[in-house]
């Protein structure tokens, strides 16, 4: 829920009870006030019957007014505590119509005897006011209503427009690319404080990235230097003097682990650095010639399974770097290499806009996370990062690259224009 | 050859120190940067081998203090920053070339030899050894003046023999010399076998002696018996 329209319903809802409670009251109040007056005008017409009565020692003519009906009656009874104001209804002669009244039942002496005397008068026309009144009150309660939602709706939107400006840029903040958060200018406090904070934050988040960053360089930087010593150290001692067969073969171990840990590491760091963008030499050329060239420095492997290649290769210009569209090319062949069968084949085409690479396969089963980091079949001798590789290398240039299993055979297929 | 090798880390020195010391090669070392400008600017090398990252200051600035004293030394830059970037303002300053770490000796001695050989032989770039005779910028081989037809790979093979002279050279290290070290392959090289067989085979039916032997199935020395 938007925070506005939690805000204007809770606005409305509270703005509603109020008025009816308000309007309740003044209904009430009004009521009461207008009804103490009947009260009072019945009390002096009550006061006059009894003045008339003791200076004329008769009763006044039941009089019929417009709003007023008198008449009196005889009674017999207890006259103690005879004086109450009732509500009742009042028979308009004029209009012939009933009425809302007030009456007023009193006793009147005369000569010994008691009357009851019952003055009725007309309600009409304070109902008539209470009415009016309350619907003054009720046309002011939905304009007040109508003119919250309004304010509501586009004073809030606009007020809030500078909170949405900056959680934009924030969406659109990334550590990688080093830029502030751009200040919105805004005459609201607790705007300029959320943008003070969040610039902060970003300052932060990149000083911390940069410290990350710096110490990954410098951990691999150092890293490297060892790796260098067991390297050297490996060539000197080979250089010693004479070793058994086993001393060889571990010796041969111990040189493979070094160089799959410099591999890794050169492959870790290439990584990180494709996703910082920090491969820039982009330049036109012909992917075919470095195909051609690839076939031929691959030539020794091919060979040695008795791979049989069938390339058609077309021209095609890429805008890459040739740096990593080596690697690229690399892992690809190098995969349909590693993971084919003795006397297998392997299929490259090149056309304009993509390039597909086949080949027959030791494994049937399809990871379904190929191209995640260190993801690889138990049998494979890689290190699993070469499909990353590529696909870094891929959505850096917008190409993209697809895994298919078709017919018994392995298809990499990069399109260079997925864009497009 | 006389060689100045730069490098902080002790362990990597006495390594280097032990692989080129011989065969007539005169090698001198600097620890620090303050060691390694003195060195240069009293004697002439004929390739420095220099580490980037030195106390004291950059390897970088020192290339440079070389090239604006005009000397001629080679200078082979080895660090374990592995970016493009230092690569190439590497040989931008006029760096020969450029060896990342961890590298193999073999390498490193193949690649200072290289340089050597064309700072010093200028257009006559050759390799002698015995009756073998290389000509490296023509890309011939003789064997007692008879010329050899080799292929690319074999004779890369022989010019990194030559270089390594009586050395154990792993077939770790030829794999990456002649592929790169970016294939990333099994680490099964025995594909290699069959260029040093060929290359064996060419150089003994040429008349030369058989002076490849294979060494506890790691790898290959090149040399007199």
């Known amino acids: 829920m938007r925070l506005s329209d939690k805000y204007n319903r809770a606005n409305l809802f509270t703005s509603l009870i109020v008025l009816i409670i308000t309007g309740i009251v003044y209904y009430v109040v009004i009521h009461f006030i207008l009804t103490e007056r009947l009260d009072r005008d019945l009390a002096v017409e009550e006061n006059e019957i009894r003045q008339y009565t003791n200076t004329y020692k008769k009763l006044p003519l039941p009089a019929s007014y417009i709003d007023q009906q008198i008449s009196f009656k005889v009674f017999n009874g207890d006259t103690t505590n005879i004086r109450e104001f009732t509500y009742t209804t009042y028979l308009n002669p004029k209009d012939n119509e009933v009425e809302p009244g007030r009456m007023l039942i009193t006793t009147v002496q005369l000569n010994g005897k008691v009357f009851l005397a019952t003055i009725t008068k007309s309600r009409v026309e304070s109902e008539d006011l209470v009415r009016i009144i309350l619907l003054i009150t009720l046309g002011v309660t939905m304009i007040l209503l109508i003119a919250l939602i309004f304010v509501n709706r586009f004073l809030l939107n606009r007020l809030w427009q500078p909170f949405f400006t900056i959680l934009n840029r924030m969406k659109g903040f990334e550590v990688a690319k080093m830029e502030n958060i751009q200040e919105v200018p805004t005459p609201i406090d607790e705007f300029n404080e959320l943008n003070k904070s969040v610039n902060e934050m970003a300052a932060k988040v990149k000083q911390d990235y940069k410290e990350l960053k710096s110490f990954t360089d410098n951990a691999s930087h150092e890293m490297m230097t060892p790796l260098a010593v067991i390297n050297s150290k490996l060539d000197s001692l080979l250089q010693t003097g004479s070793f058994s067969q086993p001393q060889g073969a571990l010796l041969e171990d111990i040189y493979h682990a070094t160089g799959r840990l410099s591999r890794l590491h050169q492959s870790l760091l290439l990584l990180a650095k494709i996703e910082n963008h920090l491969i820039a030499d982009v330049q036109h050329f012909d992917l075919k010639e470095l195909i051609e060239a690839k076939i031929r420095q691959f030539q020794e492997l091919f060979e040695r399974i008795d791979l049989h290649l069938e390339s058609t290769l077309e021209n095609c210009s890429v805008e890459m770097s040739r740096y990593l569209a080596d690697i690229l090319l690399n892992n690809l062949i190098g995969n349909a290499i590693r993971h084919n069968h003795h006397s297998g084949q392997i299929k490259i085409k090149l056309s304009k806009d993509q390039l597909i690479i086949s080949n027959t396969g030791k494994n049937k089963q399809i990871q379904q996370n190929l191209f995640d980091r260190f993801s690889k079949s138990a049998e494979s001798e890689g290190m699993g990062l070469g499909l990353a590789i590529s696909k870094q290398i891929c959505q850096l240039y917008g190409f993209e690259i697809i895994y298919e299993y078709i017919g018994e055979e392995h298809f990499f297929t990069v399109q260079f224009n997925s864009k497009d | ?225």
């Open chain 2, 1 to 225: 050859m006389k060689i100045l090798i730069i490098e902080d880390e002790q362990g990597l020195l006495e390594s280097i120190l032990a692989y080129f010391t011989g065969e007539g090669n005169i090698c001198e070392y600097a620890t620090d940067f303050i060691q390694a400008s003195e060195k240069i600017a009293l004697y002439n090398y004929d390739c420095i081998l220099l580490d980037l990252g030195l106390p004291g200051g950059e390897g970088l600035v020192l290339l440079d203090k070389i090239k604006k004293m005009k000397k001629r030394d080679g200078v082979l830059i080895i660090s374990a920053r592995h970016s493009l970037d230092d690569r190439l303002a590497g040989l931008d300053l006029g760096a020969d070339d450029y060896l990342v770490k961890p590298f193999h000796l073999s390498e490193l001695k193949a690649r200072v030899s290289a340089i050597v050989r064309r700072k010093n032989f200028e257009g006559d770039n050759v390799i002698v050894f015995n009756e073998i005779r290389v000509d490296v910028s023509a890309m011939n081989v003789y064997v007692k003046e008879k010329q050899v037809f080799l292929t690319k790979k074999e004779f890369d093979l022989l010019v990194y023999f030559l270089s390594n002279k009586h050395k154990v050279v792993t077939k770790n290290a030829m794999a990456e010399h002649l592929w790169g070290d970016e294939m990333d392959l099994s680490d099964d090289f025995d594909f290699i076998y069959t260029h040093v067989k060929n290359l064996k085979k060419k150089l003994t039916e040429a008349g030369g002696q058989d002076y490849l032997r294979s060494v506890y199935g790691i790898g290959y020395k090149f040399g007199d018996l």
